[in-house]
């Protein structure tokens, strides 16, 4: 028996950045009939999606979509572009940033790391001035591509793509640059073409509001150019076998049918609601989420205001308090899901995500549960977050978006 069939009442608080919750809209889309993945609805579909989530990578050039993690558009990014033993400048910006440069040892990449040493360099975006050394010093251009996180889901810091981009040109160095926006996507701004990003990696189950299983592509004409000489072996992942197929909304194999009828549903809620008040809405969540834990008197694990995540919040736990045993006991009370601290962190914070499907009032329950949780574990709070977030929320009203 599956212990899932314990099912306390209400509604599960899923505050993890990602997966984040979907909305019911997106369920029932998903629970349509499978279809033929050869026939004409499929098609028209398939250029439905295509189409409109270039609207969201904001670039006129294509996206490809895979029924795969994020971990598998990584993948994909870089074995379309690279040679064996090429050398690949890296970022370390917190646990994600590290998972990309392990895989791209293990495709036989030669990634070098660049960042602040200890947690100094989990605790903000990319130095874009440390990459313009970096490639100032590499007089032969040996390097190949430069890759960074745009919203490090571990640490809740988001980094200046474009300052990045700049630092590129200022060099004039030829390396592609290559961007993780698997949680940014449709959360935080960003902006495919006119950041010069050669190939963006994005996935389903965070800004989208969709359930794991996708995950995306999008791919500028200098990456393309590069994948026509690119030696590393692929198969599966050639965007030179799915591209032609894309063109009349086909794969070369089968796609996640029920997952792009979710894709199709998100894409309409978001051109709905419209971009720009959707990530309004996240800014202004994060900063109602920052003040609950000012008010608490802990630490936001973001020191840089620049940098804070309008997609999740780290909260730093007092010296003495392991962060994992208030999550567990926050989820036992409230059945609320907070995010865990990961690697370098593990114990020393939690993760409040505020993505994707999330209002006032959902937020709200979240900071409620972590205040109870964090008051029944004994942690040294410095007054009520709650009450400074709601401060927040009802001085900063947003437009709504039925009337805007
Ligand atoms: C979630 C996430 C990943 C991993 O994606 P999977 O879908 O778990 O494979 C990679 N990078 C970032 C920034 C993420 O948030």
Redesign the pocket.
Known sequence: MLTLDFHPAGRHFLHI??PSPVPDRILRAISHPTIDHRGPEFGALGLQVLDGLKHVFRTQHPVVIYP?????A?EAALVNTLGPGDAVLMYETGH?AS??KRLAERLGLRPEFLGLPGIDGWRRGVDATMIEDRLHADRERRIRAVCV??????TGATSDIAAVRRAIDREGHPALLMV?????LASAEYRHDEWGVDVT?A????GLMLP?GI?FNAVSPRALEAAKTATLPRAYWDWADILPMNRNGYWPYTPNTNLLYGLHEALDMLMHEGLDHVLARHQRLAAACRSAVRGWGLEIQCVDPAAYSPVLTGVMMPEGVDADVVRALIYDHFDLSLGTGLGKVKGRMFRIGHLGDCNDLMLMAALCGCEMGLRMAGVNLQGSGVEQALHHLSSHPLESARTA
Request: avoid cysteine; charged fraction near 10%.
């Open positions: 950045p990602g795969a993690s994020g971990t598998g990584w994600f998972l990309w996180v745009h919203n490090e889901t571990s993780d926006t698997i949680s940014g990696v996935g389903s189950q965070k794991p995950s």
